[in-house]
């Protein structure tokens, strides 16, 4: 069992790299960084996706509204100047963390808006988008937000 | 097959795209509630978008997004009036929604 786990990691693997030349630009982050989408809080969820990478505070600017009247569908807005490979968006109110994983190429602007559902958890959310550059630096920004009808349970 | 429904708008060298996906997104916890097993859940995984074949725009959600969510997202450098960006996304279960439109 052992041995037969082991080929198949092996096997994994060199799929895996004989791959990467061609997928320049799509990498779907739910296969290759599985952990980041079950950690149940931010912290994991971004050790998950950078490593320990040292987290600086950066040129990244969160918008939501104050008080989210719809959980349902909270609009929320990343903007950013600074020079992008990744950007991810985490919060800390749903059972997992990680919303969204965006890959910038290099006709990308980092600025989105994406829609969230976000669930009531009677205290302020924190939103954090944390932002890995082309030079492998890592910064984050965040904003804090209230929800007033949580819209994750259905 | 899903559908997505693309609006770019070319403004000083900038597309700005708007983007609104039908998919129900349904989450874990939802999936549970409603037919008792986790595993129902369903959502968007991937989503891109391209023009004259190059990848602009490209995202891995999770089940946090809205139902028929939508995107906002711009790009430069590429596409011209006319041009048609392309989007495709791709959900748990493993279908796929397309959606076209012109960059006005």
Redesign the interface.
Known sequence: MQRRKFLSLVGLSAVAMSAAPVALSATDWRETKPDVWTAKNVDDAIKAMYGDKKIAEGDITVTTPDVAANGGAVPVNVKSGLNAKTVAIFQDANPESAVIVFDVNKYGVVNYDVKMKLKSVGEPITVTCVIETTDGKVFSGKRTLDVALGGCEG | MGSIKVKPKLKNG?VKVKALASHE??????AK??TGNRDDANFI??I?ASVNG??????????????N??????????GAKGDKVVMTWTDRKGKTGKGKGKIK
């Open positions: 900038v997104m349904t989450t874990y916890d939802i509630k409603r995984t991937h891109s190059e990848v602009v725009w490209e995202a891995s959600t999770s089940q946090f997004l809205a139902k969510p939508i995107f906002k997202f711009q790009f430069k450098g590429i």
